[in-house]
């Protein structure tokens, strides 16, 4: 596609319930990246992934917290048992290749409210 | 490791006036250096980037900004602010074979 696409753009779930996040990067963009935004924090790295592989999800904060691929397109991030803290803004980017030296597109953010 | 220290966490600016907005950089290598916007509810748009060469870099929306190795500085530059340029900025770096990594952003606000 033209940019990057996240869905949905806001998600408003119940503590202890699970929700999948969806990205659907640029056509041809083989590394694909998800980060975390709280309320007036910086961007967390959450996951890293060059085609359908992850070669760094470092970020990810538990094992509640989970991603996927499909070869060289959509990813979606799974949340199980949200909890309050997980309430922030998750932004998906894409970029050329796997390194620094590309910049990173990015989507316009689901915003994840645990209530 | 690389990172990277934006010392300025808002900052307010006359429309007119001028902008500079700062960020500090460590990484031991050449780095790759970029700025990034982002409006509310909106996600991240690249103003600009350095790799090599001019460390003088033009971007869009009338922003500059320059590398000085020497203070591993990556400062954005704006010779007259508009109020449509508030928003929060945030400096990257990178390196060929690493994620980027990002500043904790600056929130730019714009007084009439």
């Known amino acids: 596609g033209a940019g990057v696409s996240q869905s949905p753009s806001n998600k408003v779930t119940e503590k202890g319930k699970d929700v999948e996040l969806r990205c659907d990067p640029i056509?041809?963009?083989?590394?694909l990246y998800w980060y975390r935004q709280r309320l007036g924090q910086g961007l967390e790295f959450l996951i890293y992934?060059?085609?359908?592989?992850?070669?760094?999800k470092s970020g990810l904060p538990s094992d509640r917290f989970s991603a996927e691929r499909t070869g060289e397109s959509v990813s979606t991030l799974t949340i199980q048992r949200t909890q309050q803290e997980d309430s922030a803004v998750y932004l998906c980017?894409?970029?050329?290749?796997?390194?620094?030296?590309?910049?990173?597109?990015f989507g316009s953010g689901t915003r994840l409210t645990v209530v | 490791a690389q990172s990277v220290t934006q010392p300025d966490i808002h900052i307010t600016v006359s429309e007119g006036a001028s902008l500079e907005l700062r960020c500090n950089y460590s990484y031991g290598a050449t780095p790759y250096l970029f700025w990034y916007v982002q409006s509310p509810g909106q996600g991240l748009q690249l103003l600009l980037k350095?790799?090599?060469?001019?460390?003088l870099v033009q971007g869009i929306k009338g922003f500059e900004a320059e590398f000085k190795r020497s203070q591993s500085s990556f400062n954005l530059r704006k010779p007259s602010v508009h109020w449509s340029d508030a928003a929060e900025y945030f400096c990257a770096v990178g390196a060929r074979y690493s994620t980027l990594t990002f500043g904790k952003g600056t929130m730019l606000l714009v007084s009439p």
């Open positions: 980017a894409s970029s050329l290749g796997g390194g620094g030296n590309y910049g990173y597109t």
């Open positions: 350095y790799f090599s060469g001019d460390t």
């Open positions: 992934f060059q085609g359908n592989s992850a070669p760094d």
């Open positions: 056509s041809g963009h083989t590394a």
